[in-house]
């Protein structure tokens, strides 16, 4: 019958974030034990990859933001909100302004008919 136990092949012999295996079967029919890597941190953020600080060093610009307004900062839902708000803030200035414009006509319309009233009496 075959051998089923795998041994550590590091110090530690407990499962811990960076002593972390996967067993995998050679070519010869032997199992054996690979070590796994330790994964970044997931950024929540999409099209961010996640990576150990020292891989992000050596990654390219364009895959350590995104590539939009406030790109790496704020998510997609952020930025839709800051640009709403604005566009609101703008929308609201303009129909501050037409509304002041057309009550100014407004006045002047009824100082017009006012001043014509007052002179056919006289």
Do not use: W
């Amino acid at each position: 019958m075959l051998e089923r136990r795998i041994t550590y092949r590091r110090k530690s012999s407990y499962r811990t974030r960076g002593n972390n295996f996967r067993p995998v079967k050679t070519p010869g029919g032997k199992l054996v034990m690979h070590l796994l890597k330790k994964r970044g941190k997931d950024p929540h953020m999409q099209g961010i990859k996640t990576a150990r600080p020292a891989q992000k060093r050596t990654m390219s610009v364009c895959h350590k933001r995104v590539t939009r307004a406030y790109g790496g900062q704020l998510n997609a839902a952020e930025v839709k909100d800051r640009i709403m708000r604005a566009f609101l803030i703008d929308e609201f200035k303009y129909f501050k302004m037409m509304s002041k414009v057309t009550s100014d006509k407004k006045d002047k319309k009824k100082k017009k008919s006012g001043d014509k009233k007052k002179k056919s009496k006289d």
